[in-house]
């Protein structure tokens, strides 16, 4: 807030209102879709956007035209009407066409179509801080633009801002496919020589252990960075806090090694960013040991491990020597059961130590810790664990160095 003239002035975005609208089809349980919708929502406060309602129907699968039936968009339509929200924004990745047609269909009543991917890029663009990670999202918006360029036309007219409306820059007023492709194919190369510089930075960095953190997002990864590197990675709870890869050297218990925090997965991740991402991925690729971090406070911690080694598989890191750190222990919510409560027990029914007995501590060749970064908890047992691990491999690489790091 700023003072002018005896009237206080409002700095802060305005928040935007909106809309989520999701489908349960054959491949998506109504559990899973509310799940989603749940993590839209937050993508979406994320942007600075409150949600005023959630949209859901059942269907085999989307409808080719609008992505949900002529019944349900026309109750979309009487709700926009009267409520006026800035943005719908749609679960799932809408095709061309789809988002051609929806836009006709809203067109008078000024509000943006957005579907998840769009939001994600927005994100993105606001995020980014260097000259290489701007880069890289630019990239992608221009690679998720170039089959929309129409849609793109339609809207020019109005030159509407906020979420969903940040463009890689002004020139898409007026840019064609040609002058797209052709900026595709200059930011590309621009990229490669970034890359190029980073390979060699990597080179120059010497012997030392790579070690990169790596989990879904808002885990707790930088929280855990700055607690081992002392500093001050910027760390918030929000999706996607850290775009820029981070790395520090780290010292434990005399043994120093390079730790590496990276941008944190999504389910539904555009293909555009992890493409346009692939120096942070190569960080990931060159390191010597992962870890894992999961939050275990999370209703669907065990979906979001699978989905972050699913990914790691992707980008082919899925074999590397892993550890897993199992996050917020303090922030994990026991509800103890009724006596006479003979319904199936939830996860939330099982303490901690229960759990700690389950799958996750018997994950193969992975060595399991149990943490609160925030909180500081079983942060010395952190340590001994990562000092072994990276001791073993130092002493691997360097045998005659095995009298330096004795055994804890």
């Not at 066409?97 to 269909?105: C, D, P, V």
């Not at 179509?113 to 801080?129: P, Q």
């Not at 999706?239 to 010292?251: H, N, P, W």
Request: aromatic residues 6%; neutral net charge; charged residues 30%.
């Amino acid at each position: 807030m700023i003072e002018k003239k005896n009237k206080l002035i409002s700095t802060a975005k305005e928040q935007e209102t909106c809309v989520l609208v999701g489908i349960v089809t054959r491949d998506q349980s109504r559990e899973q879709l509310a799940e989603y919708l749940d993590e839209l929502a937050f993508l979406a406060e994320t942007a600075n956007a409150r949600c005023l309602k959630r949209f859901t129907q059942n269907l085999d699968r989307p409808d080719t035209r609008t992505f949900i039936g002529s019944g349900k968009l026309q109750e979309l339509k009487e709700y926009v009407v009267e409520h006026k929200p800035a943005m719908i924004i749609f679960d799932d990745e809408l095709a061309p066409s789809q988002l051609r047609n929806l836009e006709g269909t809203f067109k008078e009543m000024n509000v943006k179509i957005l579907d998840r991917n769009n939001l994600i890029l927005d994100i993105f663009a606001s995020r980014a801080r260097t000259a290489h990670a701007k880069k890289q999202v630019e990239l992608a918006q221009y690679e998720y633009l170039l089959p929309r360029l129409t849609r793109m036309w339609t809207h020019l007219e109005k030159q509407r801002g906020g979420i969903g409306m940040r463009g890689p820059g002004e020139q898409e007023i007026e840019t064609d496919r040609r002058i797209v492709r052709d900026r595709i194919a200059f930011l590309k190369e621009q990229l490669k020589e970034i890359d190029k510089q980073m390979a060699t930075q990597r080179g120059n960095r010497g012997a030392l252990v790579r070690v990169a953190l790596v989990g879904y997002t808002n885990v707790g990864k930088s929280t855990i960075m700055n607690m081992l590197s002392k500093s001050d990675v910027f760390a918030e709870n929000k999706l996607f806090a850290t775009l820029d890869t981070t790395v520090r050297k780290v010292v434990v218990h005399n043994l120093p090694f390079l730790l590496t925090d990276t941008v944190g997965f999504i389910r539904k991740l555009p293909h555009q960013l992890i493409e346009s991402f692939k120096s942070t991925l190569d960080e990931t690729r060159e390191s010597d040991l992962l870890v894992h971090v999961v939050d275990i406070s999370h209703p669907q911690f065990e979906d979001h491990f699978n989905v972050v080694n699913e990914t790691l598989k992707e980008i082919g890191v899925g074999d590397k020597p892993t550890m897993v750190i199992f996050n917020k222990i303090d922030a994990y919510k026991h509800i103890p059961k009724a006596e006479d409560d003979l319904t199936p027990p939830t996860r939330e029914n099982i303490t901690l130590e229960e759990l700690q007995r389950t799958w996750m501590a018997r994950l193969q060749n992975s060595d399991v810790v149990f943490i609160s970064a925030a909180k500081k908890l079983n942060v010395d047992q952190l340590r001994d664990t990562l000092y072994e691990r990276v001791r073993q491999i130092h002493i691997t690489r360097f045998p005659h160095n095995d009298f330096l790091f004795p055994m804890e």
